[in-house]
């Protein structure tokens, strides 16, 4: 029989039809900004299942809901909550028979319950301010919010009459007599984060009591820190909380101390107040015997060591755990027999999770590759979140001995069949005074061998960061991968997860060691992979990585053929006198620009404008209060004065990072179009 030819799908096929071939494609952000994620994960206290929250994008429209999984069973999640309203800081109650979630149904966020032998949630709170988080004593009978409100204000209605004041007048003046006004990405309106504890045997909730009552200080902190620095005491007598004490000096030190309050907000006492530096954290035993926290000792310093410290609550004696362990803990809980506690720490590029100890101080790590959070202990095995570079993020189970480890979830996994990851790999060179520098490499998603591919050289910010094997919806590598560049990072010295020793080579030498280990890096992972064309590369960095570029243009001209600097300092003796958080430049160059001016002046970029020649994209946000962005636009003012190509993008309504989902579109498309212009 003769064959007959159709063409179906811009296939052909002879005499039957085929199945459409799919192609691997490189990631893109627009594949991106549709990836679905995990959130709000939390292990019952009986350790035999798991909640978690899912972020679902279809179509630009975001749904999030709860999923129940039993743990050590094969039945399939189960979907908990159906509802357009998302629910988040999920908290199991102490029987295992319900969970306690943050939600807006009611048309502001309060405190809900579902059940999970099946009915419709319960609201607990109705309550006139925002609840934004919250925990429940270990008896079921309390429970604390974390509201912010006004000093002045008796009642909550009071405070929730001020803030709809203020929303009515958003231009009227604002009035301040003292450090910080604006942090971060907003200006300070007046009210602080406070605790407020109710018993939650009564509901709804309607009358709950300030334990932090006239503190003008916020708890937990702002912007970042949440309901892990708040917990009831083992008796459920007391709260256990992190904050700074109230001062006219917050801008300019970083002495957080634990502090203990009775329930009705009496007996307020400080359990730290000799350390003087950061003290964060804190953890009770299951058995009620210790409470772990981590402290820094170096006062002013926000990159110091976090040491794993153990009181015991019999004897009162405080001891550091493991004090030889040159790492920087994250995240702490204990082991089911209080003896162990279970850390994250970075580590040579991951974030890795151990096992320690508190007696002998004994270190085992049970999980290594990738960056892992921890997420609750189930029975002999440690429940937690990790990312790599080629993994936006699922839940594993992984054992105590790190012997097996268990994938729970796999988000993602219809939308990410058909792309390509970039292979990566890490690698090390002889940087600064000969000593190992890490970084990592990762090929374009086509490559193909033989072939010489661009280089985006990435600069981490911090400066006391890394680019490790994690996943960021902000600069990506991967995103780099799939535009057909070959990515370079480099973890030079003031890096973290090397040694606090390393971490702290960077102070008062911002420009001096991290170039030198950017410049041997670059020629190292050239050699080393033949393939990486470094007469073709850009450089590009955000904060500390923006700074970077701009000291590049003035001292490393030659290199590059193009430059992005993102929220980039670019004068230093201007950035000291506009910037919030003063305790961190303060530490990082010795002082205040008027007590040393000869440290910032020393690796000042606005002092080597004359060796500017290279084109440069300059990015910021208008509302970034940590380097405003008066810092970028004088960085073009200078371009342009010099006539040197150059291009500003400004966003309106982003902070130091791009969080809204059509402005990465727009960032990614405007960075890779500038850096395809001057490399393809």
Request: with cysteine; charged share 20%; hydrophobic share 35%.
């Given at each position: 029989?003769?064959?007959?030819?159709?063409?179906?799908?811009?296939?052909?096929?002879?005499?039957?039809?085929?199945?459409?071939?799919?192609?691997?494609?490189?990631?893109?952000?627009?594949?991106?900004?549709?990836?679905?994620?995990?959130?709000?994960s939390?292990?019952?206290?009986?350790?035999?299942?798991?909640?978690?929250?899912?972020?679902?994008?279809?179509?630009?429209?975001?749904?999030?809901?709860?999923?129940?999984?039993?743990?050590?069973?094969?039945?399939?999640?189960?979907?908990?909550?159906?509802?357009?309203?998302?629910?988040h800081?999920?908290?199991?109650?102490?029987?295992?028979?319900?969970?306690?979630?943050?939600?807006?149904?009611?048309g502001?966020?309060?405190?809900?319950?579902?059940?999970?032998?099946?009915?419709?949630?319960?609201?607990?709170?109705?309550?006139?301010?925002?609840?934004?988080?919250?925990?429940?004593?270990t008896n079921?009978?309390?429970?604390?919010?974390?509201?912010?409100?006004?000093?002045?204000?008796?009642?909550?209605?009071?405070?929730?009459?001020?803030?709809a004041?203020?929303?009515?007048?958003?231009?009227?003046?604002?009035?301040?007599?003292?450090?910080?006004?604006?942090?971060?990405?907003?200006?300070?309106?007046?009210?602080?984060?406070?605790?407020?504890v109710?018993?939650?045997?009564?509901?709804?909730?309607?009358?709950?009591?300030?334990?932090?009552a006239?503190?003008?200080t916020?708890?937990?902190?702002?912007?970042?820190s949440?309901?892990?620095?708040?917990?009831?005491?083992?008796?459920?007598?007391?709260?256990?909380?992190?904050?700074?004490?109230?001062?006219?000096?917050?801008?300019?030190?970083?002495n957080?101390?634990?502090?203990?309050?009775?329930?009705?907000?009496?007996?307020?006492?400080?359990?730290?107040?000799?350390?003087?530096?950061?003290?964060?954290?804190?953890?009770?035993?299951?058995?009620?015997?210790?409470?772990?926290?981590?402290?820094?000792?170096?006062?002013?310093?926000?990159?110091?060591?976090?040491?794993i410290?153990?009181?015991?609550?019999?004897?009162?004696?405080?001891?550091?755990?493991?004090?030889?362990?040159?790492?920087?803990?994250?995240?702490?809980?204990?082991?089911?027999?209080?003896?162990?506690?279970?850390?994250?720490?970075?580590?040579?590029?991951?974030?890795?999770?151990?096992?320690?100890?508190?007696?002998?101080?004994?270190?085992?790590?049970?999980?290594?590759?990738?960056?892992?959070?921890?997420?609750?202990?189930?029975?002999?095995?440690?429940?937690?979140?990790?990312?790599?570079?080629?993994?936006?993020?699922?839940?594993?189970?992984?054992?105590?001995?790190?012997?097996?480890?268990?994938?729970?979830?796999?988000?993602?996994?219809?939308?990410?069949?058909?792309?390509?990851?970039?292979?990566f790999?890490?690698?090390?060179?002889?940087?600064?005074?000969?000593?190992?520098?890490?970084?990592?490499?990762?090929?374009?998603?086509?490559?193909?061998?033989?072939?010489?591919?661009?280089?985006?050289?990435?600069?981490?910010?911090?400066?006391?960061?890394?680019?490790?094997?994690?996943?960021?919806?902000?600069?990506?590598?991967?995103?780099?991968?799939?535009?057909?560049?070959?990515?370079?990072?480099?973890?030079?010295?003031?890096?973290?997860?090397?040694?606090?020793?390393?971490?702290?080579?960077?102070?008062?030498?911002?420009?001096?060691?991290?170039?030198?280990?950017?410049?041997k890096?670059?020629?190292?992972?050239?050699?080393?992979?033949?393939?990486?064309?470094s007469?073709?590369?850009?450089?590009?960095?955000?904060?500390?990585?923006?700074?970077?570029?701009?000291?590049?243009?003035?001292?490393?001209?030659?290199?590059?053929?193009?430059?992005?600097?993102?929220?980039?300092?670019?004068?230093?003796?201007?950035?000291?006198?506009?910037?919030?958080?003063?305790?961190?430049?303060?530490?990082?160059?010795?002082?205040?620009?008027?007590?040393?001016?000869?440290?910032?002046?020393?690796?000042n970029?606005?002092?080597?404008?004359?060796?500017?020649?290279?084109?440069?994209?300059?990015?910021?946000?208008?509302?970034?209060?940590?380097?405003?962005?008066?810092?970028g636009?004088?960085?073009?003012?200078?371009?342009?004065?010099?006539?040197i190509?150059?291009?500003?993008?400004?966003?309106?309504?982003?902070?130091?990072?791009?969080?809204?989902?059509?402005?990465?579109?727009?960032?990614?498309?405007?960075?890779?179009?500038?850096?395809?212009?001057?490399?393809?």
């Amino acid at each position: 029989m003769k064959g007959r030819f159709s063409k179906i799908h811009g296939l052909m096929v002879a005499g039957l039809i085929a199945t459409p071939m799919t192609f691997a494609k490189g990631f893109d952000v627009r594949t991106l900004t549709t990836l679905d994620s995990i959130h709000s994960s939390a292990v019952s206290p009986d350790g035999t299942s798991l909640v978690y929250g899912l972020k679902a994008v279809n179509d630009k429209t975001a749904t999030s809901n709860l999923y129940l999984k039993r743990l050590n069973q094969s039945q399939s999640d189960l979907q908990l909550t159906n509802h357009a309203s998302t629910e988040h800081s999920v908290v199991w109650s102490h029987d295992n028979s319900s969970i306690y979630f943050i939600s807006s149904r009611s048309g502001s966020p309060q405190v809900w319950n579902l059940s999970l032998t099946g009915g419709e949630a319960k609201q607990i709170t109705d309550l006139p301010l925002a609840i934004e988080g919250f925990k429940i004593s270990t008896n079921g009978r309390k429970i604390v919010l974390s509201m912010s409100s006004f000093l002045d204000c008796e009642s909550l209605s009071c405070s929730a009459d001020k803030f709809a004041a203020q929303k009515a007048k958003p231009n009227a003046g604002k009035v301040y007599n003292q450090l910080m006004v604006r942090h971060w990405d907003t200006w300070k309106d007046g009210s602080y984060k406070h605790l407020f504890v109710a018993d939650i045997t009564n509901q709804p909730i309607t009358k709950v009591t300030d334990v932090t009552a006239d503190l003008a200080t916020d708890t937990p902190a702002k912007p970042f820190s949440g309901m892990e620095e708040v917990t009831f005491t083992p008796d459920n007598k007391h709260l256990v909380y992190t904050a700074k004490a109230p001062s006219q000096t917050q801008a300019s030190h970083t002495n957080y101390d634990l502090w203990q309050v009775d329930l009705n907000g009496e007996n307020l006492k400080n359990l730290t107040e000799k350390n003087k530096a950061w003290d964060a954290h804190p953890t009770f035993s299951p058995d009620g015997r210790y409470m772990a926290y981590v402290a820094m000792e170096k006062p002013g310093a926000e990159s110091d060591r976090f040491a794993i410290m153990l009181k015991d609550l019999v004897t009162g004696t405080v001891k550091e755990v493991a004090p030889l362990w040159d790492r920087s803990a994250r995240q702490l809980m204990f082991a089911p027999d209080s003896r162990n506690l279970i850390v994250t720490a970075q580590d040579i590029g991951q974030v890795s999770v151990f096992m320690i100890n508190i007696q002998f101080g004994d270190i085992k790590q049970i999980q290594g590759e990738g960056s892992s959070s921890l997420v609750g202990v189930a029975g002999n095995d440690v429940v937690i979140k990790k990312k790599a570079l080629n993994n936006p993020g699922q839940l594993y189970k992984v054992s105590f001995d790190g012997a097996h480890v268990e994938q729970l979830t796999n988000a993602n996994k219809e939308k990410l069949k058909d792309v390509d990851f970039g292979q990566f790999s890490q690698f090390s060179f002889k940087g600064w005074n000969d000593e190992t520098v890490y970084g990592y490499w990762v090929k374009p998603s086509n490559y193909k061998s033989g072939e010489k591919y661009p280089i985006a050289f990435l600069i981490h910010g911090g400066p006391q960061g890394s680019f490790g094997n994690s996943w960021s919806t902000r600069w990506n590598p991967q995103l780099w991968a799939g535009a057909g560049y070959g990515v370079v990072m480099i973890d030079f010295h003031g890096s973290t997860g090397y040694g606090q020793q390393f971490t702290d080579s960077i102070n008062q030498d911002w420009g001096g060691k991290p170039l030198e280990d950017l410049q041997k890096g670059l020629v190292a992972v050239t050699n080393q992979q033949p393939w990486l064309d470094s007469t073709n590369a850009c450089a590009l960095g955000a904060s500390y990585g923006g700074y970077m570029v701009n000291w590049i243009a003035g001292n490393w001209s030659n290199q590059f053929k193009c430059l992005v600097n993102h929220a980039g300092l670019f004068d230093m003796r201007m950035f000291y006198n506009v910037t919030e958080e003063l305790w961190f430049p303060g530490y990082d160059f010795g002082g205040s620009y008027a007590q040393v001016p000869k440290n910032y002046e020393k690796f000042n970029p606005v002092n080597f404008v004359d060796n500017w020649k290279t084109p440069m994209l300059v990015i910021h946000g208008e509302k970034d209060f940590r380097v405003p962005y008066g810092q970028g636009l004088a960085a073009f003012t200078i371009l342009q004065n010099k006539k040197i190509e150059s291009q500003l993008m400004v966003f309106p309504e982003e902070n130091h990072w791009i969080l809204n989902n059509d402005n990465k579109v727009q960032w990614y498309d405007a960075v890779i179009g500038w850096m395809d212009k001057f490399t393809k």
